[in-house]
């Protein structure tokens, strides 16, 4: 009974309901995009390297509370009406900090505007990174199995695309009016907008079957798979040659986890904190993520066509050489050339991203899925934490920036050459049999 649940799920030809799961895993990660750009975009306002800390803190609780009851007790479906009422909240506490502050970046600085922008962060990164786990295991758990890998890439892309749009807004309005208050009213209402399409969206959505079936509500499994299984299509489903320990699974996903968060926060949005001002800072965001964004698209298509070891191993040893540029470009420093390579060295981040939203959700067993996945991000959000306090205590200069970022490039290199030859390819492989 089990089995044939899940070859219905994997081999069922898409439909509208399919369509609907994409349209909430996007709006959600779109959110996670927009809430998690509010701290670093009016950072300079602020300026105080605690204030860009807070969201990784509570990155760490919203990766493995959240998502170990999704596990446990709440399945998906629930867990996204909890995770968007806490980013509601915050999204609302953010637009009243801006509106009590009356606009004045001056007084935003000041208790207790401060004290309900930091709480209205906390409460929407609380959300969004909670969401982050559960999204990546009901995509894996429900797309048809010939889809899954593109939907795994191009669904978590719109997390690019929300950064981007939230980078944009933020020069536009910082442009325009010389006020980061005004940046976080527009930011907050951007948010607003997409909590409500998420609302909509997300009461239609099935709730996961291959967490029914793991709970042993077969009935309901049943049920659920009706809702989005109207056929099925005949699929060659891939063999696993390979028997890999959870433990070295969970070991080679930490570190490529640490390479590539770490490579993207830092370039993308804390070196536009650090190093830039004004307007600038919001604009060498919205460049990152304009290159991300695009490189999401490109990968949704090459992942369908690749071998997952082999494009691991191009997304981070292209990471690590895009580097090379970078670092000569410091001995003669100028704005536009960093645009440039920046942009090129966001497309191999975003195609390091997608190996990773890839392996994360397929690699973990069944019943754990979720939390591990949020178990296997604590590595990189601690080793961030770490290294953003560093940089911005300690270790002052560009070129210093630029060299620690080319060090974690490497390592994940090294560790996708080691994976190519003990690592195994999941493309069109059930998760079973992963599993």
Not at 76 to 101: D, H, Q, V
Not at 212 to 237: Q, Y
């Amino acid at each position: 009974m089990e089995k044939s649940i899940h070859e219905l799920v994997d081999k069922a030809k898409w439909t509208s309901i399919h369509s609907l799961m994409f349209a909430s895993l996007a709006i959600g990660f779109f959110m996670w995009g927009v809430i998690s750009s509010i701290a670093p975009i009016i950072y300079p306002s602020i300026n105080n390297v605690f204030f860009l800390l807070t969201p990784t803190f509570v990155t760490i609780a919203g990766n493995l509370l959240l998502p170990f009851f999704s596990d446990r007790r709440l399945g998906r479906k629930t867990t996204f009406f909890i995770t968007m009422t806490l980013y509601s909240l915050g999204t609302l506490l953010i637009a009243l900090a801006a509106l009590l502050s009356g606009l004045n970046v001056n007084n935003l600085a000041k208790f207790p505007y401060i004290a309900l922008l930091v709480a209205g962060i906390v409460l929407g990164v609380l959300g969004v990174e909670g969401e982050v786990p559960v999204m990546l295991s009901y995509t894996a758990e429900m797309m048809p199995l010939d889809k899954r890998d593109a939907m795994l890439v191009l669904a978590p892309n719109f997390d690019n695309i929300g950064a981007m749009v939230a980078a944009l807004i933020g020069y536009v309005t910082y442009s325009a009016s010389n006020s980061f208050s005004i940046q976080l009213l527009a930011l907050s209402v951007v948010a607003f907008i997409g909590v409500i399409t998420a609302i909509i969206i997300r009461l239609l959505l099935p709730e996961s079957v291959r967490w029914l079936v793991v709970k042993g509500n077969l009935a309901r499994a049943e049920k659920e798979a009706e809702k989005i299984v109207r056929s099925t299509k005949d699929l060659k489903e891939q063999e696993v040659n390979k028997k890999l320990s959870l433990g070295a699974r969970y070991i080679f996903l930490a570190v490529i986890g640490i390479s590539q968060y770490l490579t993207y926060g830092l370039m993308a949005f804390v070196v536009a904190d650090f190093y830039f001002s004004g307007a600038t800072t919001s604009f060498i965001i919205f460049i990152a993520n304009l290159g991300a964004s695009i490189a999401g698209l490109i990968a949704g298509a090459l992942v369908t066509k690749i071998k997952t070891r082999i494009f691991a191993l191009f997304s981070y040893l292209g990471g690590a050489l895009s580097m090379i540029p970078i670092i000569l470009l410091t001995s003669n420093f100028n704005l536009i050339g960093f645009y440039i390579l920046l942009f090129v060295n966001m497309l191999f981040s975003e195609f390091a991203w997608a190996t990773r939203t890839i392996y994360e959700p397929t690699l973990m067993p069944n019943n754990l899925r979720a939390f591990m996945i949020g178990l296997i991000r604590l590595a990189p959000v601690t080793a961030y934490a770490i290294s953003v306090y560093v940089l911005g205590s300690y270790l002052q200069g560009l070129s210093t920036y630029i060299w620690y970022n080319t060090a974690l490039w490497v390592i994940g290199a090294i560790a996708t050459v080691l994976w190519f030859f003990k690592g195994l390819d999941t493309n069109n492989v059930s998760l079973e049999k992963i599993d």
